[in-house]
């Protein structure tokens, strides 16, 4: 079992950053990646981000990856989601969940644990 929540969404105005922060535990956390996932409204959920927990390694969705940093804190069990020069299209619910984290952006249904969401508002 995993458990995973994250923290650190709110209401931003265009252009501004966010720090997203998600703390994962339980016994199975060592075999596991973590990931980044968001839900906008009326589409579906999109991979954004993953840190490979084998070898450190990041992915990226092209579309975000000039603008999102994904990294792990001090405590490995820590994983931050760093967005700059924020945009109204990125309003969304966003998810961090344990999984597989190979040579591309994290795909949903390869993980297998989930939280429960922080939600982002991107507005003026």
């Known amino acids: 079992q995993v458990q995973l929540v994250e923290s650190g969404g709110g209401l931003v105005q265009p252009g501004g950053s966010l720090r997203l922060s998600c703390v994962a535990s339980?016994?199975?956390?060592?075999?596991?990646?973590l990931g980044w996932f968001r839900q906008a409204p009326g589409k579906e959920r999109e991979g954004l981000a993953c840190?490979?927990?084998?070898?450190?390694?990041?992915f990226y969705e092209d579309s975000v990856k000039d603008r999102f940093t994904i990294s792990r804190g001090a405590a490995r069990n820590t994983v931050y989601l760093q967005i700059d020069s924020l945009k109204p299209e990125d309003t969304a619910v966003y998810y961090c969940?344990?999984?597989?984290?190979?040579?591309?952006?994290?795909?949903?249904?390869?993980?297998?644990?989930w939280g429960q969401g922080t939600e982002v508002t991107v507005s003026a």
């Open positions: 339980g016994s199975d956390l060592p075999g596991y990646s």
């Open positions: 969940a344990a999984g597989f984290c190979g040579s591309v952006a994290p795909r949903s249904y390869e993980y297998d644990y």
């Open positions: 840190l490979s927990h084998t070898d450190g390694k990041r």
